[in-house]
């Protein structure tokens, strides 16, 4: 089933770009990042900013802009049946270099899985002046680590953004 990407919540404050491969089902379908409840991305990012928690996808929207994050995915779209990267085929990326030409503020990419990272190496050249930096995956799937091994990974985020 052909997939495409979410819009990118960025703005011209943005210094940090967190990056997913693909959206999946439910976040296209609620046209919202990291929809799906079993991931923990927000979790995991009110968690590293010590924020309450909230279910609200408007405060999550707030939270990252508070704290110059911007959601945007590697593949622009993708055939891939459910929301498995490991079943994405025909990607398409998307326009890095416009990106950074139109948001210069950008200095840190962190890669939400190594597939992310993987789709982003294959297709596209690191931009000069940024800093590239692979996370492991928040997703339900990813049952490898346990959330406060991810959370002590993810403080990387909160610690660039609050020297900012």
């Keep these: 089933m052909y997939k495409k990407a979410l819009p990118p919540l960025i703005d011209h404050s943005t210094i940090i770009l967190i990056m997913g491969t693909m959206a999946g089902e439910q976040s296209i379908a609620k046209q919202q990042y990291y929809a799906n ?3 923990l991305f927000w979790k995991i990012l009110f ?3 010590e924020e309450e928690f ?3 996808y408007e405060d999550r929207k707030a939270l990252v802009k ?6 945007w995915n590697v593949l622009q779209s993708c055939k891939r049946e459910g929301s498995r990267d490991a079943s994405i085929t025909e990607e398409t990326i998307n326009d890095f270099e416009s990106l950074h030409k139109q948001y210069p503020n950008i200095k840190y990419v962190f890669f939400e899985s190594k597939a992310a990272a993987k789709y982003f190496q294959k297709h596209t050249a690191p931009q000069e002046g ?3 930096i692979t996370l492991p995956s928040t997703s339900g799937l990813n049952a490898g680590l346990t959330k406060e091994e991810k959370i002590a990974q993810w403080k990387n ?3 660039i953004a609050l020297s900012k």
């Design 130 to 132: 940024v800093t590239y």
């Design 47 to 49: 968690s590293i900013f």
């Design 157 to 159: 985020i909160s610690q």
């Design 37 to 39: 409840r079993g991931n």
């Design 66 to 71: 508070k704290y110059n994050i911007g959601l």
């Design 54 to 56: 909230s279910a609200s």
